[in-house]
């Protein structure tokens, strides 16, 4: 079960998390999106902004019409209660309350997007990660589509920027703030709750043993909330790389955190891992302090980044975490999971890519790697 899940978080990370396609110029992060801070979000219009590709993106007034070609972008504008004026979505995006009302206007792993259908709903704009080609882009500006490229999202304040920015250019800044406010709470306040305690050790399973590098943003969740990402240790030179099955074992991580689609939460917690998998060989394994998080969550870079951190921070450190009483609203399903159990999402939709085989897992993972040292 374990697998088919791992095989999707990767397929994710390819669509929302990789480094740019050839040929376009990564912006640094705090020029690629918005460097206004939560209180002073102008949401005028019209609005121009450079986006990673280097293009002056002007959006003439507040759009009615937004398609969005990867999840995380549509993950974001439903935070934002800006989902009725989402008219077109991925096919990774069926998770979302609705989304199955909205045209999908993508397909296959890495997406590639059906120009004519996009152009065919008239979007006043599109929201894109940077996986998507320049040529896609190019024809889309060509018929005089509005085209925001997003550059990757490698650390927790990238997403709030790139949060802000969705909210700026949708016409959403209010609702941005106040996401945005929401999240910087929960971060300090899980950084305050397991301040000073001891780091154990944590691996985090993408599948075939690839995994989040320290300097990602997946790599900071499991920092800031209080765990030590044993990859900071593998003088890895990808941001996102597979260990070897010795180095894992000789790290013997007290800690796994595996990821599953909603459907599949709530089993025992050593049933994510496969049978002949060398994770079976681990401490962490051994005591079942094996964290399950949605993969929806802890593999788009979108504000729901911040249920999985609260999750690993009460599984790392459930006195210190208790004791701090450190929540800043009341605690969902997901975050009153513990290390051993896992409640069973309400929203339960099936996620496209479930029951890859373990070989395609290894090409996307080689896939990933070979972008991301592009």
Known sequence: MHQAATVFGVVLLLLSAVAPAAGVAASPAGDAVTNASAQDLDCSFPVTKEDASGSNVTVVEEPERVVTL????????????ASDKVVGVSQF????????DREVVTSG????????????LDPDLVLAPNTINNETVAQLRDANVTVYRFAAASSIEDIYQKTETIGQ???????????VTE????????????EGEEKPRVFYDMGDRYTAGPNTFIGQIISRAGGHNIAADANATTAYPQLSAEFVVE????FLVVSAQPSQLGNDSRSYIAEDSILRNTTAFEEGNIVVVNTNHISQPAPRVVEPMTQMAQAFHPEAYAEANTTTQEPTATETATATQTTTETTGTTIPGFGIPAAVVAALGAALIARRSS
């Open 169 to 179: 250019l949708a016409g959403e800044c209010d609702s941005a703030e106040s996401t």
């Open 109 to 120: 792993s890495p997406s590639s997007v059906d120009v004519e259908q996009v152009i065919s």
């Open 183 to 194: 999240m910087r709470d929960r971060v300090e306040t899980v950084e305050a709750a397991v």
């Open 251 to 254: 790290q013997d991580p007290d």
């Open 70 to 81: 990867n999840p995380s972008a549509a993950q974001t504008m439903w935070e934002l209660g």
């Open 93 to 100: 995006a069926g998770f979302l309350d609705g989304a199955e």
